[in-house]
């Protein structure tokens, strides 16, 4: 029998690029369901560390488990995740709907259970009056909305999101913002939350997780980290009371 506390977890993770070495002895354990945001200042390391958990990066040391499975040297499709990048690289032949169901129909998945999938996501992402028309004819905030959706129709256990809404103009940013908390009270996912914003990280996050040149500086609730910074960097970086 398999003890399954944690939905991910990350082991003594170094990585290197050539002679840069970018992560530094990295431990984390993200909770079931949690909404954990990798925070940090352009450059710490937060991307590295999301495309190290997703497969896109080979480590240079380290374990990485999800779900209880070693994952460590596992292809990126065989990891249960699913992905949302800053820029949403729709298809722009196809439809929403084609988008939102391209991934499915080439993993085979019957099609009953392909159109179940695609409604449940147009449902929950608000997208529905969308689904027949092409990317050219959505706005930013609908094209990452779609771009969102096709991560969530894979049905995963954790979604990694890379800065998906940073293109996004201040307004739609907030009303984004404010779905994906409702998406994630719905779906109960784990939720792996890339930002260098701290508004977003705030108001996201059950719990924070502050990078320095590829280090954890504080791992907390935002309450804590902006209460209790445990050292100079964190106060810093988040304005704390002195
Ligand atoms: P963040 O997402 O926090 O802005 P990144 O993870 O993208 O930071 O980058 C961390 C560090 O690694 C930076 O110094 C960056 O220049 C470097 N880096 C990122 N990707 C590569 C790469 N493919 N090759 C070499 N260096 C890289
Ligand atoms: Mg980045």
């Known amino acids: 029998m398999t003890l399954m506390t944690h939905s991910v977890e990350i082991r003594d993770l170094d990585l290197h690029f050539g002679e840069l070495q970018v992560l530094h002895q990295l431990n984390l354990d993200i909770e079931q369901g949690e909404f954990l945001v990798l925070l940090g200042s352009s450059g710490c390391g937060k991307s590295t560390l999301l495309n190290c958990i997703a497969g896109l990066l080979d480590i240079s040391d380290g374990q990485i ?11 990126p ?19 929403v709907e084609g988008n939102l169901s391209f991934g499915l129909k080439n993993a085979r ?6 159109a179940k999938r695609v409604a449940r996501a147009a449902e929950v ?7 027949k028309r092409k990317p050219a004819a959505l706005s930013g905030g609908q094209r990452q ?7 969530l129709v894979r049905d995963v256990d954790v979604f990694l999101f890379d800065e998906p809404l940073s293109n996004l103009d201040a307004k739609l940013r907030a009303d984004l913002r404010v779905e994906l908390k409702r ?37 907390s609730s935002p309450d804590e980290i902006y209460n209790r910074p445990q050292n100079l960097y964190v106060a810093g970086f988040i304005g704390s009371p002195a």
């Not at 990891?79 to 032949?93: D, H, K, N, W």
């Open 125 to 131: 992402l608000q997208i529905e009056p969308l689904l």
């Open 145 to 151: 909305r779609v771009a969102i959706g096709r991560a």
């Open 109 to 114: 998945l019957p099609k009953p259970e392909i």
């Open 77 to 95: 499709s065989e990891r249960g995740i699913g992905m949302v990048f800053q820029s949403y690289a729709l298809y722009p032949q196809m439809t």
């Open 183 to 219: 998406l994630h009270q719905q779906l109960a996912n784990t939720m792996i939350y890339v930002t260098h914003d701290q508004v977003e990280a705030m108001t996201l996050a059950d719990r924070i997780a502050i990078m320095k040149g590829g280090r954890i500086m504080q791992l």
């Open 65 to 75: 488990f999800i779900q209880g499975q070693n994952v460590t040297w596992a292809e």
